[in-house]
């Protein structure tokens, strides 16, 4: 699934592929602006992409299924 996050004080997103669920994705970034620390996210390569909470602007996740290629339906 796509996840994309807005960061404070700048100008791109951070846009990461990730094999997670979205429950577990939205319990993570939850769980890191509840308490403040670091949002942690492993994309679908095995990066790490490491966010700090208070960064956040938002979180945006994506459908879970891969777009198509080519003109098939």
């Known amino acids: 699934m796509e996840i994309k996050i807005g960061v404070q004080d700048t100008p791109r997103e951070v846009a990461l592929d990730s094999d997670d669920t979205a429950e577990s994705v939205i319990a ?21 992409v490491l966010v700090p909470a208070g960064k956040i602007a938002y979180v945006e996740v994506g459908a879970t299924s891969r777009g198509r290629v080519g003109f098939g339906s």
């Open 28 to 48: 993570a970034v939850e769980a890191a602006l509840a308490d403040g620390s670091i949002l942690k996210l492993v994309d679908e390569r095995g990066r790490t």
